[in-house]
């Protein structure tokens, strides 16, 4: 048995609809690729099988639109940000890409290939002009959690600024005051992550006496509470359990 098919002519339309094959003359090819990147880094073994910039360009020309932000999870050799850098260059567009590669020619490949678009490559005839435009690189740094547990190796401004940004997400600047334990102020309330590597932390009225900086709540991030949560309630406070493994302190 058929099924209904809905039947749209071209002159109820607005344009043209995209068609679904796409040759190797329109959008590339693996050959084509190959000889892209081997004029970016003068060597014809820098990278294997890339994706042709042609084909992304087609790709991100039906997906998105001129200020769009285009993620590619697994980079490669970063023909994503070279489509993206070609199309801002050719139509003023300012598209922005964000490139994420686990494997350790993110920089020596990935990155360098991005940097080459940017400012050019090439010598003489084979000089390509450069797109401009600019990007950052940022690599990970060690894990904050091991399982539920906080990864103690990380030192401790960095497990601040996390907490922070997850409190807040706006970036993290050191606070101005007396007390070591004091994150800032956001929206009213103050943050304060009383952390100390080599021994456990208690929220009590001994601490509290120490916490000075006005605010309308207050939000302390402790390894333990020995204040019941009625008279924390009434003193618009909120406790927050540090994660990690008290036993071994």
Known sequence: MGI??????????EGKNVWTWW????VGH?????KEISKIFSTPTAFDYPKPVRLVQRIIQIATSKDSVILDSFAGSGTTAHAVLNMNKADGG???FILVEMEDYADSITAERVRRVIRGYGEGKNAVEGTGGSFSYY????????????NEAVEPEKIREYIWFMETKTPYTPAAGDNPYYLGQHNDTGYYFYYEPQRITVLDYDFLAAVTEKAGGTVIYADCCSIDDSKLSQMGIVFKKIPRDISRL
């Open 94 to 96: 300012h598209r922005k």
């Open 139 to 150: 690599e990970l740094g060690d894990s904050l959690l091991i399982g539920e547990n906080l």
């Open 4 to 13: 209904p098919r809905r039947k749209t002519y071209l002159s109820e339309r």
């Open 30 to 34: 693996t050959q084509e690729a190959t």
């Open 23 to 26: 040759d190797n003359k329109s």
